[in-house]
């Protein structure tokens, strides 16, 4: 088992790593970061003071928790999340999503909990971003994150793909990035638990129970029986077998699954 300097530094050594080749940040921007009172969020907002302190770019972190409404987060839970933004040197803002609650809870789209709450919150960041005149907005999304998705976009969006470490919306006009895409989640929950950060336990009512979670316990079954599997699947995104895919036939698909 790590211990708590090592976890850091591991941490800190794959965030950095990741910001400098995917270049995320530019000299004297301003950035929202998603703060959602996870494990994740909390750890991407303590790992970009530690990595921005050594750096020699003025770049401004802007953390905020979009309240969704699907549970009442006590007044103290929010001032401590507040304390701990504002002890890195950040101002912490909390947007009112509460609308997303109503909307998901009343299955008033056909699509999963999850990618309608994703996309809602996502939607209210861009809006606060648009009238703070900023362009890019980070997100704690981690390694299992990236390979989750890859297989849940095999199984329910018909495509081979996955996140990305820096993603352009609307022809760039907003960037999302991921400095934590390299870094297991096993060493993020590990870590918040050992620095004890103010971790929101129950803000979603679909937690630990969607196809996301599944995804993430099958790569980890995969794991255990096939040490180094994790590896050779990220390794996979970069050697995509084009030749061996069917994009050729792409438009005779539904006549050949009939």
């Not at 976890?7 to 004297?28: N, P, Y």
């Not at 953390?63 to 890195?88: H, M, N, T, W």
């Not at 309608?116 to 971003?129: D, G, P, Q, V, W």
């Not at 096939?226 to 390794?235: C, F, H, S, T």
């Amino acid at each position: 088992m790590l211990s708590v300097n090592k976890l850091r530094t591991v941490i800190q050594r794959k965030v950095s790593r990741a910001i400098a080749l995917f270049d995320m940040f530019t000299d004297g921007e301003r950035v929202l970061v998603g703060l959602s009172g996870g494990a994740d969020s909390l750890v991407l907002v303590d790992m970009l003071y530690e990595v921005s302190r050594r750096w020699r770019k003025n770049i401004q972190f802007l953390p905020v928790y979009v309240d969704a409404g699907f549970f009442r987060i006590p007044d103290v839970k929010f001032e401590q999340l507040r304390a701990f933004c504002e002890s890195r040197g950040m101002s912490f803002s909390i947007l009112d999503g509460t609308e997303i609650a109503s909307i998901v809870e009343a299955r008033k789209t056909r699509l999963s909990p999850c990618f309608t709450c994703s996309r809602m919150r996502r939607k209210i960041l861009f809006e606060h971003a648009h009238k703070l005149g900023i362009k890019k907005i980070a997100l704690g999304h981690h390694q299992d994150d990236l390979l989750a998705t890859f297989f849940l976009n095999i199984i329910f969006s018909r495509r081979i793909s996955a996140i990305k470490p820096v993603q352009d919306f609307f022809g760039g006009l907003f960037y999302i990035v991921r400095p934590m895409i390299l870094v297991p989640e096993k060493y993020i929950k590990r870590y918040a638990k050992a620095r004890n950060f103010p971790v929101v336990d129950k803000n979603c009512p679909y937690a630990g129970d969607t196809m996301r979670e599944l995804a993430k316990q099958f790569l980890r079954y995969i794991e255990r029986r096939y040490p180094g599997a994790r590896k050779n699947i990220l390794r996979a995104l970069f050697n995509p077998q084009i030749e061996y895919l069917w994009v050729e036939y792409k438009s005779m698909a539904d006549r050949i699954l009939k």
